[in-house]
C-alpha cells in the first residue's frame, strides 16, 4: 500500500516487496496523448523529452503495413499445462492425477502425438493446430525454475534468470528496431505498462479506457465548468517529489480528458463476431485486429488473458472456463485477421510463469510447478511440436515437477531472429548459448 | 558490547501543518481544528496519544446506505467497505484504525478468493485487536484466521498431500522477502509443518468450525533454515519470526507504510535493534518511525485512496451515509477486503490517469449535497477570487495550500469571474466558482498527499 512512496513511484522506483525483482519498466514517465490517426488514447512512456505531437507524426511515418507483429498473452499465476495437453490414459497421469486427471475421451486428441489431448476448452486451437497453426511447446522453463510467481514471472519478461534486469525483452527489442517517435511499436492494451516491453531510448504505450472519461461535479457548469476543467492541468507543484507526481498525473488527465472528448468508442468493424464477456480480453483482441487493419504501425503487443489460473485448489472449477473463453478470443483473433487479410502479419504466443506440479495436491489443486505450456499461433508459424513432452515416467524433476525441454529464451532468440529478422545477441543475454529452432513455415 | 544506536527523533517545530501530516499518516485527517489541537500538545505527547488512545468509541452518527437503512457488512453487498469506512471515519482510536488497514495489505486476503464477508469481518477485527501489539502473535493468529485458511489453502495443508500455498507467502509476503533466506526445500519443509488445520462445510452457513486436527499433521521431523525438529504449525511462524533476515524485513516494509523515502541506514540498525530488544512487538517500531525526523522533512506522499475518501468525510463532519463510496472504492483504486492479490496494493498504481478520475468523483460525491445552488445564493457570494478560494478551503477544514498551489486556483478563480460579462452571471458565477473550487482544491496536489 503505501510501501515505497508515491515520491518515488512518481520518479519510479515501486518495490512490490522486499526482495522481490523490481518489475521492468519501473521508473518509465508516462504521458498520455491521443493518436488521432489511430483514435486511440495512448499513456507513452519513456522518450519524455519529445513532444507529444511528434508521435502523430512518427506514427503517420511509420505505418508500414508489412511489419511482422508479436502479440505476447499471459497467462497469470502459472497455468496447469498437464490439463492443457494431458497425456490421456497414461497411468502415471492418473495415479498422479487421482481428481484432475482428464478422461482420454474428454478432450480432442493432438494429431502430432496422439497419446497428448487437448483439453476440451482448447478445442478452438486444436482446430488451427489442424489447419498448422499452432506450435505447442509442451515443457516450456528453464533449469532450476524458481518458484514464486513474482520472480519467474520477472525472468520471463527480462528474457534473463536476472532478477536485476529492468528493460522487457521485447523493450529491448524495440530500442534496437524501433524509432523515437512511435509509441505504437511496443503497446500494452491494459491500464498500466506491461514490464515485457520496458525500453530504454524508444516510447512505447497502453491504451486506456476511452469512453466514459467525464469530470461532472455538481452545480458546475457553462463557462466557470470548462475554466475548472482546465484547471485541472494547471497544478504545477514542482517543489516536491510526491506533489508533483498529481500535479503530473492531473495534467495528463486534463489532456486525455480534452482528446476523447469526440471519441466514439467500440466499433471495430470486425467481420467475425468475437466471445460475448465481461473480461475485456475479447473486446481487447478485436480492437487490435481494427488497429491491424488501419495501417497503424504496432510491433510487440501484450494482452493478460482472462482468469486466474494459479489453481492451489478447486481447479477444475474456473481453469476451464477461463481457459475456454482465452481459446475462444484467440480463434476469432486468428479468423479475424484471416478475413482482414492479415493473417500472415501476427504471431501470438501464450505464456505463463510456470507450470504446475505434477501430483495434485489434495484440494483438488495443484502447487506450483517448474515447464508450462506454450503455444505459438498464426498462419506463418511451423505448426509442428517445439521440444518433446517429456513423459511422467521419467519427465519430472526430484521435486515432482515436469522438466523443460525447451528453453524460453530459446524461444524469444529464435522469434527475435525468424520473426523480426534482428540480431538476438543484442537483446537476450548469453543468446549463444541457446539453440535456435525453426519457428516459420 | 557496543549499544545499539538510538533512532532520531524530531526536534524541529511542531506546528500546524507538522499535526496535519501526522494525522494523515498516522490516521485518517483531522477534523476541523485538530491539526491546531495537536500541534498544541507537541510532538511527544502527540505520539503518545495516537500509541495509547482512550477505549474504543465511535463518534457521531452511525453510518447508513442510501435509504437511510443500517448497514448489513456480513451480507449486503458493498456493506463490509462501508462498514469499515464508517469506522475510520468516526474512531477515536485513528492509529489502531490506520494499523489494522496496513495490516490488511501486508497479510492481503481478497473476498474475491474467500467467498464470505463474514469472515472477512473477522479477520479485520483480529486485525483491529492485535493493531500494536507483538507481531509473533499476531502471525500465529493470522496463520489459524479462517478467510486465510481459505485464501492460501492452509486448510488444505494435510499430511498426506501438503499444499504449499500458505507455507510460500508465509516466507515470500508475511516476514522474509523473496529470496531472503529460505529455500524450496524450506517452503516444502513448513508446509509439512503447518498441517492441520481442516474445516466443515454447512449448507446454508457455508465454511464452519475451523479447527486444528492432530490426525491431519504430519509429526515427522522437519528441517527448517538449517533447525531440525517435530515443528508444528506454531513453531512454523515463530522460526519466521525469529530468523534473522525478519528484522530487515519487518523494519522496511513498516517504514514504508509511514515514510515514502527508504530509512537511512543507522535508522534501519537502530530500528531492527529496537523491535528486537522488544521481543517482535509493533508498536515500539510505529513510535519511533512516528517521531522520526524524515516523516517531518521528507517529501509528501501520496494518500491511498480510501484514507483521501475517510479525510473528507471527517472534515465535513459527515458520516457514511451512501452506498456509493463502495462502487466509487473500485474507480479510485481501493476497494476494502479486495486487494488486488496476496502482495496486497501496488503503491505505485494509486494514481494514473484512470484513478484519478476516481479520486475526482469521490470528491464529487463528498461534497455534492453541500453544493451551492447558484439560483437559491444568487447575490449572496462576492466577485471576489481570494475570499471565495479562503471559503473553498474552509469547506475542508483548512488544509495547508502550497504557493504553487494557491496561484493556480486564484488564477482560475479570477478568470472564471472575469467571465462574468452580464448582471445574471454576476450573481450565478461566484457560486459555480465556489462549487468548482471545492473540487479543484480536494484533487490538488496539496490535498492528495500529506
Known amino acids: 500500500m503505501l510501501r515505497r512512496s508515491v515520491a518515488e513511484a512518481g520518479r519510479g522506483l515501486p518495490i512490490i516487496e522486499e526482495g522481490m525483482p523490481l518489475p521492468a519498466g519501473s521508473g518509465l514517465s508516462r504521458r498520455t496523448f ?133 528493460t522487457g525483452w521485447m523493450g529491448r527489442y524495440l530500442d534496437v528496431a524501433g524509432t523515437m517517435d512511435n509509441p505504437l511499436q511496443g503497446l500494452a492494451l491494459s491500464d498500466s505498462l506491461q514490464p515485457s516491453l520496458a525500453s530504454t531510448n524508444v516510447p512505447i504505450a497502453a491504451v486506456s ?35 508533483a507526481q498529481v500535479a503530473e498525473v492531473a495534467s495528463r488527465v486534463a489532456h486525455l480528458r480534452e482528446q476523447l472528448l469526440p471519441f466514439d468508442n467500440g466499433n471495430w468493424g470486425s467481420p467475425v463476431t468475437y466471445p460475448t464477456s465481461s473480461d475485456p480480453f475479447p473486446a481487447r483482441l478485436a480492437g487490435l485486429a481494427a488497429m491491424i487493419a488501419a495501417g497503424l504501425p504496432l510491433r510487440c503487443v501484450t494482452v493478460s488473458a482472462p482468469g486466474m489460473y494459479d489453481t492451489h485448489a478447486d481447479q477444475a472449477t474456473d481453469f476451464g472456463s477461463a481457459l475456454a473463453l482465452t481459446a475462444d478470443s484467440l480463434k476469432a483473433f486468428q479468423r479475424d485477421l484471416e478475413a482482414r487479410g492479415l493473417a500472415d502479419r501476427v504471431i501470438v504466443h501464450v505464456w505463463s510463469e510456470f507450470g504446475r506440479r505434477g501430483e495434485e495436491n489434495g484440494s483438488l489443486g495443484t502447487d506450483h510447478g517448474a515447464a508450462g505450456m506454450g503455444l505459438l499461433i498464426g498462419s506463418q508459424v511451423k505448426g509442428q511440436m517445439l521440444g518433446e513432452f517429456p513423459g511422467l515416467a521419467s519427465g519430472l524433476d526430484e521435486d515432482g515437477n515436469l522438466k523443460a525441454t525447451f528453453d524460453f529464451r530459446s524461444l524469444y532468440c529464435s522469434l527475435l531472429e525468424q520473426w523480426f529478422s534482428t540480431d538476438a545477441a543484442a537483446i537476450i543475454p548469453s543468446a549463444a548459448s541457446f539453440d535456435r529452432p525453426s519457428l516459420l513455415k | 558490547m557496543v549499544a545499539a544506536a538510538q533512532v532520531p527523533v524530531y526536534h524541529g517545530p511542531f506546528g500546524k501543518k507538522e499535526a496535519e501530516r501526522l494525522l494523515w499518516r498516522a490516521g485518517f485527517g483531522p477534523k476541523p481544528g485538530e491539526a491546531k489541537e495537536v500541534a498544541r500538545k507537541g510532538l511527544k505527547r502527540a505520539v503518545d496519544d495516537l500509541l495509547h488512545p482512550p477505549s474504543p468509541r465511535l463518534i457521531g452518527k452511525a453510518p447508513t446506505a442510501d435509504g437511510g437503512e443500517p448497514l448489513s457488512p456480513r451480507d449486503a453487498w458493498g456493506h463490509d467497505h462501508l462498514w469499515w469506512l464508517d469506522r475510520m471515519v468516526r474512531s477515536n482510536q485513528q492509529l489502531v484504525e490506520r494499523m489494522t488497514l496496513i495490516w490488511h495489505d501486508w497479510f492481503a486476503t481478497s473476498n474475491a478468493g474467500v467467498g464470505s464477508q463474514k469472515w472477512m469481518l473477522n479477520q479485520n477485527s483480529l486485525f483491529r485487536k492485535r493493531a500494536l501489539g507483538n507481531f509473533e502473535s499476531l502471525l500465529i493468529a493470522v496463520t489459524r484466521d479462517p478467510a486465510m485458511l481459505i485464501w492460501l489453502n492452509g486448510r488444505d495443508n494435510t499430511k498426506w498431500s501438503p499444499n504449499e500455498n500458505y507455507a510460500r507467502e508465509l516466507m515470500e509476503i508475511f ?64 522460526l519466521c519470526v525469529q530468523h534473522p533476515p525478519h528484522l530487515t524485513y519487518f523494519v522496511r516494509r513498516l517504514w514504508s507504510y509511514f515514510v515514502p523515502t527508504p530509512p537511512p541506514a543507522t535508522t534501519e540498525s537502530a530500528l531492527k535493534a529496537l523491535y528486537k530488544r522488544s521481543g517482535h512487538e509493533i508498536a515500539p517500531v510505529v513510535g519511533a518511525i512516528l517521531r522520526h525526523p524524515r516523516l517531518y522533512t521528507g517529501p509528501a506522499m501520496l494518500k ?55 479520486r475526482w468523483i469521490a470528491a464529487n460525491y463528498a461534497a455534492r449535497k453541500y453544493a451551492l445552488d447558484p439560483g437559491a445564493a444568487s447575490g449572496k457570494l462576492p466577485l471576489d477570487a481570494q475570499e471565495l478560494l479562503s471559503r473553498a478551503l474552509d469547506f475542508w477544514g483548512n488544509p495547508g495550500l502550497k504557493r504553487d498551489t494557491r496561484t493556480a486556483l486564484l488564477g482560475f478563480a479570477k478568470s472564471a469571474l472575469a467571465d462574468a460579462d452580464q448582471s445574471w452571471k454576476k450573481a450565478q458565477y461566484p457560486v459555480l466558482v465556489l462549487n468548482a473550487l471545492r473540487m479543484l482544491v480536494a484533487v490538488s496536489p496539496d490535498y492528495q498527499t500529506c
Open chain 1, 34 to 166: 491521443l493518436t488521432r490517426t489511430a483514435g486511440f488514447a495512448l499513456a507513452v512512456y519513456g522518450a519524455s523529452k519529445l513532444p507529444l505531437g511528434l508521435f502523430e507524426e512518427g506514427i503517420a511515418r511509420a505505418a508500414a503495413p508489412t511489419d511482422p507483429i508479436l502479440v505476447s498473452i499471459f497467462l497469470d499465476g502459472g497455468a496447469d499445462s498437464l490439463s492443457m495437453l494431458y497425456p490421456a490414459g497414461d497411468a502415471q497421469y492418473a495415479a498422479l492425477r487421482p481428481t484432475l486427471a482428464l478422461a482420454p475421451e474428454a478432450g480432442l486428441p493432438f494429431a502430432e502425438d496422439t497419446s497428448l489431448h487437448w483439453h476440451p476448452s482448447l478445442a478452438p486451437l486444436a482446430e488451427l493446430h489442424g489447419e498448422g497453426k499452432v506450435s505447442a511447446i509442451p515443457a516450456i522453463g528453464y533449469t532450476n525454475a524458481d518458484q514464486s510467481h513474482f520472480t519467474s514471472r520477472h525472468y520471463w519478461e527480462v528474457g534473463a534468470t536476472d532478477a536485476h534486469l529492468r
Open chain 1, 209 to 243: 479506457q476511452v469512453d466514459d472519461y467525464g469530470f461532472w461535479a455538481q452545480n458546475v457548469w457553462g463557462e466557470p465548468e470548462t475554466r475548472m476543467l482546465d484547471a485541472i492541468g494547471s497544478f504545477t507543484a514542482s517543489s516536491d517529489p510526491g506533489r
Open chain 2, 175 to 238: 516476514s522474509l522477502g523473496a529470496g531472503s533466506g529460505y529455500t524450496e526445500d524450506d517452503v516444502r519443509e513448513q508446509a509439512r509443518a503447518l498441517t492441520g488445520w481442516r474445516n466443515d462445510w454447512e449448507d446454508g452457513a457455508g465454511d464452519v468450525n475451523f479447527r486444528y486436527d492432530a490426525t491431519r499433521h504430519d509429526n515427522g521431523v522437519k528441517f527448517v533454515f538449517g533447525h531440525s525438529g517435530n515443528f508444528g504449525w506454531e513453531d512454523a511462524c515463530r
Open chain 2, 304 to 358: 491511498p485512496p480510501v484514507v483521501q475518501v475517510a479525510g473528507m468525510l471527517r472534515a465535513r463532519g459527515r458520516p457514511v451515509d451512501t452506498g456509493a463510496w463502495a462502487w466509487i472504492s473500485e474507480i479510485d483504486g481501493q476497494r476494502l477486503f479486495y486487494p488486488p492479490n496476496v502482495a496486497g496494493w501496488s503503491e505505485d498504481r494509486w494514481l494514473d490517469t484512470s484513478t484519478f478520475r476516481g
